[in-house]
C-alpha cells in the first residue's frame, strides 16, 4: 500500500500588523481609525503596485486604536504584494509612518499567542 500525501495550499493568510506614525514634540499625535487604516492600507498597495495592486481584497479583521495593532486577511495571491506594500509605506499626511509586520499565519488562531512573549513566572520560595 502507496501512502500519498497532497500538499494544501491554504486560501487565506492572517497578518498581525502595528502601526507606527512619528510625533514632533509639538505636533498633536495621529488618531487612526479603521476607515482611515484600510485608506491607508489601499494608498500603500496603489503607490508600490498600481491600481491593480489596490484592488486585492484586504479584509481588517481587528483593529485596535489604542495600541494601533491589526490583524489583517489577505488571499495567499496577493500576500506578497501587500506585504511589501506595507513594509516600503514611509509616509502619512507628512509625518514618517511605518508598518511592522508582528506575525504571519495561515491559521488566525496562532496568532493568538505570541511564544516570544511568554513569560515564565518563578516559583515563590519559601523558607
Same mark, same amino acid.
Given at each position: ?23 514632533? +514634540?509639538?505636533?498633536?499625535? +495621529? ?20 491600481? +491593480? ?75
Amino acid at each position: 500500500m502507496e501512502r500519498l500525501t497532497l500538499p494544501q495550499k491554504a486560501q487565506f493568510f492572517y497578518l498581525k500588523l502595528k502601526i507606527d506614525i512619528s510625533k514632533e +514634540v509639538d505636533e498633536r499625535p +495621529v488618531e487612526i481609525d479603521i476607515v482611515t487604516f484600510k485608506s491607508i492600507l489601499i494608498q500603500a498597495l496603489d503607490s508600490l503596485h498600481g491600481k +491593480v495592486g489596490s484592488a486585492i481584497g484586504v479584509d481588517i479583521i481587528k483593529f485596535e486604536a489604542s495600541s494601533m495593532e491589526a490583524i489583517l486577511r489577505v488571499k495567499e495571491s496577493g500576500l506578497v504584494k501587500l506585504w511589501s506594500a506595507l513594509t516600503l509605506l514611509s509616509y502619512y499626511k507628512d509625518r514618517r509612518c511605518a508598518i511592522y509586520v508582528i506575525q504571519v499565519s495561515p491559521y488566525l488562531l496562532s496568532l493568538a499567542a505570541d511564544s516570544r512573549q511568554w513569560k515564565i513566572k518563578e516559583k515563590e520560595v519559601t523558607t
